[in-house]
Each structure stands twice: as C-alpha cells, then as structure tokens.
C-alpha cells in the first residue's frame, strides 16, 4: 500500500511494509503541493506545484518517485478573458492559471483533464506535453456567470465516469456540479436540490458552493457532494440531490470519500466561520446506508484540544483503507474501514491532499 501525501512544504510518500507505516522523504522540499495522483495506466506519478510568487508548475515522475521533472504547464491563450458580473455591469479581466487543483486521465492513453483557478479546464493529448484550453466549458464560465469563493473560482474535482469516460461530472466552487456526456462538447448545470444560502436566491440553477465531488465505485449514477451547504447525495447522476444530514451538525466540511454506493465518508468541522474540529475533537463520519444513518468514527483520532481540519482532495478511500491528512500536518489511517485509526505521519506539514495510489 502506497500513499501520496500532498503538502505546504513538499510532496511526501507513505508505504506499508511488514514492521508497518514509512514516510520518505520529500520531494519539493519547501514548495506547495496542491493535489498529486498516480496514473494507473503506466505508473507515472504527477504532482500539481504551487510556487507562490512564480505561479503554479507541473512535474512528472516516470521512475517511481525517484526523479520528478517539469513539464509545460497549462496557460491561457493570449487575449483570454473573464467576464465577471459587478454593481457597474461585465468587468473583463486577463485570464491567468493561478493554481492547478486537480489532474485526471482523459478517455485515452496519453490523454489527461487538469482543473484550475480561475475555472478554466484543459487538455493534453500528448501525455502532458502540451495543454489546451477546453474551449465549451470556458464560454459557459462566463455566459454562467462563475464566481470566487474563499479559495478563488475553484474547478477542483473532474470526475470521468471509468466504463464510459466521454461521461464526465465536474465541481467548482462557485458554480456547483456540472455533466457532460459528450467528452466535453456539451454541459449541463446538476444543481437541483442544493441549495446556496449565502446567494439572494436560495436554489439558483448555477452558484452552489461544492467543496468535493465523488463517484461511487459501483455504480456511476450515484454522487456524493460535500458542500458549502450540505451534504449531499444523488442517485441520478446528478439530475436531482438530496442533502443526507438535514439536522445541521454535521453537514459542513471539505472532503468526501465513498466506497460502494451506499458507503460514503467525510470529515465534519465546526461552522464556515470557525472551521475547527467540532468541539475539539477528530471525528469521522461514515454511512453504509445511502446517508440514512450515520456513524462517529473515533477510536485513535485526538479527543481533545484538536483543532485540525481536513481539506477536500484530503480524503481518500479504496478497497477498505481509508487515509486522511490534516491541516496540523497530522496523516491517519484505518484498514478497517475507519473503525479505528492511526497516526502514520504526526508531523508533517499542512496537508493539501491526500491519494491512496491505485
């Protein structure tokens, strides 16, 4: 079992072996990992970089995490604009890649999706080579009206469906989830039932607040969302949602991870305005039941004086491990489905994310 574990200051690996949990050391060593994934196609590691004052960057590792090397990074096309809508009418504005958040395989070998800050979604056919601007969503960015949330105009999570991947579901924040069933020549808004309440209009078709979007690995109509608002399911691909913890105590977080259709786990915290662990205590929460019931996973988790959350590409699950990595730099794992828990990694930076490499 092999971990990527995506930091402020570095990209790290955790591996399982006999006498139990190592941590290599890192690399990148004082530069921002943002998201880092594993493609099971050949085996290459990619790590989206985050360099602060020289931008975001794009590396490769094809020898196993022993080397990484940069490639060309996604760029906006010269005389790309955003549209954004202020008291005064459209305010056009240069586009420019502020951060990459997440990269996925595409629907062929060498093919690859990025999603970035300020929404723009691109393209390499090339294994990485060379990026293009998805030009049919970038115009709904602007004729939709996207806009920044705390983080920026986040599309942090593409979601190709694995059997059929000309199906795609995306997450931005703000703009909500959005379908394509055509490899990207056309998109729908899938927002019915999420509500925004931080907008005049409680459940507008687009400008819900999605902080992670997951599919499950049996069934690829069913969603799971968690939002700004809620936590939600879908068991239609998206056509309609149904928020699974109605009472309020647990709904706000950043990650969700889900097993089987009806398995799903997250990581509360206390209140957008706080956004510290609830009650000073670690605390993960996980349903067998499509949301119905819900169980609080602690054992091993700190109970007291905790203040960690955990980010949304934080999160991760696959065939009854879970991971996740805190914003105290602390990584836990359970191999029983999170029954119980330990602290594999104690010290390390603020995680960003978190990926069981598959």
Known sequence: MRILVGTRKGLFRLERLRDGWHVS?????????????RDGRDGALWACLG???WGPKLAVSRDDFDTFTDVDCPKFPDGCEIDTDTPWGKEKTKATVKA??????????GSFWIGTDPGGMFRSDDGGETWALHEPLWKIRNEHGWFAGGGGTMLHAILPQPDRPERIHIGIS?????????????????????IADFLPDKYPEVGQDVHMLARAQDDPDVLWQQNHCGNYRSTDGGLTWTDMMPDGRFDIGFGVAMGGKQTAWTVPMESDEKRVALDGAL??????????????LRSGLPQKDCYDIVYRHALDAQDGLVAFGTTCGRVFVSEDRGDSWTAVAPHLPMVNSVTIER
């Not at 990459?100 to 070998?109: C, E, K, M, S």
């Open 283 to 296: 605390v993960v929460m996980r349903t067998d039941d499509g949301g119905e019931t819900w169980q609080e």
């Open 51 to 53: 360099h602060g004052h």
């Open 100 to 109: 990459l958040y997440t990269i996925v395989p595409a629907d062929r070998d």
């Open 25 to 37: 050391a890192p690399k990148f060593l004082g530069v921002p990992v943002l998201n880092a994934m």
């Open 174 to 194: 703000c703009a909500g989830t959005y379908e394509s069933k055509d490899g990207g020549a056309t998109w729908e808004p899938r927002n019915q039932g999420v």
